[in-house]
């Protein structure tokens, strides 16, 4: 087909065959939508830090303790070629090492605490009792509360948050047709010919082009008339068409690897935080274990008690200090003239991990794509289907114009109302070969990712905090008691080496 515009007076619709290309967009729309939705393009930036004070921050306590543990390998090395007597060696061995075996201890037992707030994704062990993930065995807290951590999450974030007759009236006309015009007409153009060749094949084969491109123009100008009144139809039916709530709650519950990264990802900061800290308490610890060990040496049955006490001690204390530190105190607390902040270390990035919860969120759940899978299997199909036969059927009665009583007469009423099904099936067969087209532009579009962005970066911070600490909060102890059990052990261990 030749190069020409339809032109109804609003939109024109070029019918050159469209490239492989990116979906153009309006730049006056992106402003303008910048305005309408609360500033939804707003950029939700993290503060910009010296590479050097970040690498010293997050490296700083682990060249120190390297240091440490060179120097008390070097004080060892000393006594050994000086040719001091083994007993004495022994004992310095002894002292240097309580310490460091702490400081590995703590970091080993959060690491592991970490790890098993999400692994094993399945039960792992014996006697479950029934579905609650517990039993003689394990199975990560995420993966086992998935379901009530994607309700909750999912019920602020595109529940509350975002709301869809929000998401659907960012659909406009002008932008609608100036972008996916061609492709519209592309599809339109093949309707035409599949529907002809069934219902007047040798009428069609003998029309001219120019009669044919009419034909397409008309149809064209009907289908932009017929726009905004499908699309206020949506939008007033858009809860039973398409739950997004519901959608991203089972597709999280289906796949919790998807929670999993999710969660890994946003707070991997503060994962690193917490072990190095707990690492720096466990080397505290360990320096006023090693005091008490000394002082109580020559006790024979002391360390037997003091070194799994202190092993006790140290290990719950450290993973509550580290749990407590990720979301709490939940508001700021300044000092220094607000150059100290005092708040858990999760909601201190509130900005930056609401801009990366946004991004994972709608990567991998709330997208146009995973939106229209979710559709076509779930009950608001049929009710989108109704809506869009509705709308198609008017469309072609338009069309006819004075003549759509004679029509069914002349043609036959039947054969009339399979034309319109025909039209109908014809573009649900075309359609799907643009999808990619539609989806690209749809998530441009709806801008669900900086609208959430913000959004969560603007959330009081205990609202924040509730959308995710509850559900962790109900299985803190375990993690807490898994510490103290931990340092049990490893106490007991000491206690037998140290006292040979």
Same mark, same amino acid.
């Given at each position: 087909m030749s190069a020409r515009d339809i032109n109804d007076g609003r939109v024109s619709i070029s019918l050159e065959p469209m490239g492989d290309g990116a979906v153009p967009l309006l730049e006056e729309r992106r402003a303008a939508l910048s305005e309408s939705f609360l500033e939804v393009e707003e950029p939700v930036e993290a503060p910009v830090q010296d590479p050097w004070m970040m690498f010293w921050r997050e490296n700083g306590f682990w060249v120190f303790f390297f240091l440490v543990c060179a120097t008390s390998v070097a004080i060892v090395a000393v006594k050994i070629a000086q040719g001091r007597p083994s007993a004495e060696v022994s004992q310095t061995v002894e002292i240097l090492s309580i310490p460091i075996v702490s400081t590995i201890f703590t970091w080993c037992h959060i690491w592991l605490a970490v790890q098993m707030c999400f692994y094993p994704v399945e039960f792992f062990g014996c006697c479950?009792? &029934?579905?609650? &993930?517990?039993?003689l065995g394990w199975q990560g807290i995420v993966p086992r509360k998935a379901s009530k951590m994607a309700e909750k999450s999912c019920e602020l974030m595109v529940g509350r948050l975002v709301k869809m007759e929000?998401? #659907?009236?960012?659909?406009?006309?002008?932008?609608?047709?100036? +972008?996916? &015009?061609?492709a519209m007409a592309q599809c339109q153009a093949n309707v035409n010919e599949k529907v002809a060749a069934k219902h007047i094949p040798k009428l069609w084969a003998v029309l001219p082009q120019s009669v044919k491109e009419e034909m397409l123009r008309k149809a064209m100008e009907a289908t932009q008339a017929s726009f905004e009144p499908m699309r206020q139809d949506i939008r007033g039916n858009i809860e039973s068409i398409l739950n997004v709530k519901e959608m991203a709650v089972t597709r999280m519950v289906a796949h919790p690897e998807l929670l999993i990264h999710m969660f890994k990802q946003? &707070? @991997?900061?503060?994962?690193?935080?917490?072990?190095?800290c707990g690492a720096q308490m466990g080397l505290a610890l360990g320096f006023a274990q090693t005091g008490?060990?000394?002082? +109580? @040496?020559?006790?024979?049955?002391? *360390?037997?008690? !003091?070194?799994?006490? *202190?092993?006790l001690i140290i290990g719950n204390l450290t993973n509550w200090v580290a749990i407590k530190m990720i979301f709490s105190p939940v508001h700021p607390h300044r000092f220094c003239g607000g150059r100290v902040n005092f708040q858990g270390v999760f909601l201190k990035r509130q900005p930056e991990v609401a801009k990366e919860l946004a991004r994972l969120i709608t990567d991998t759940v709330v997208n146009a794509e995973r939106m229209l899978e979710y559709l076509v299997a779930s009950p608001g199909y049929e009710k989108a289907l109704d809506i869009f036969n509705k709308h198609i059927a *008017?469309?072609?009665?338009?069309? =006819?114009?004075? =003549? @759509?009583?004679?029509?069914?007469?002349a043609m036959g009423k039947d054969q009339?109302?399979?034309?319109k099904k025909d039209v109908v099936q014809a573009l649900l067969e075309e359609l799907p070969?643009?999808?990619? !087209?539609? *989806?690209?532009? =749809?998530?441009? /579009? !709806?801008? #669900?990712?900086? +609208? !959430?962005? /913000? @959004?969560? =970066?603007?959330?009081?911070?205990?609202? $924040?905090?509730?959308?995710?600490?509850?559900? $962790?909060?109900?299985?803190?102890?375990?993690? #807490?008691?898994?510490?103290? /059990?931990?340092?049990?052990? /490893?106490g007991l261990f000491q206690a037998a080496v140290l006292g040979q």
């Open positions: 479950k009792i &029934g579905n609650t &993930g517990l039993g929000e998401i #659907i009236d960012r659909f406009t006309f002008d932008e609608f047709f100036s +972008t996916l &015009g061609q946003v &707070g @991997r900061k503060e994962f690193s935080f917490i072990m190095r008490l060990w000394a002082a +109580t @040496r020559g006790c024979s049955w002391c *360390s037997w008690v !003091l070194l799994p006490v *202190s092993g *008017s469309t072609l009665d338009d069309l =006819a114009g004075f =003549a @759509r009583e004679l029509i069914p007469v009339w109302t399979e034309l070969q643009h999808s990619d !087209l539609f *989806s690209r532009f =749809a998530d441009q /579009v !709806l801008q #669900i990712e900086n +609208t !959430l962005a /913000v @959004r969560l =970066a603007k959330l009081p911070p205990d609202e $924040f905090e509730q959308m995710l600490h509850p559900v $962790f909060q109900e299985d803190e102890w375990l993690l #807490i008691l898994l510490g103290g /059990v931990l340092g049990v052990i /490893v």
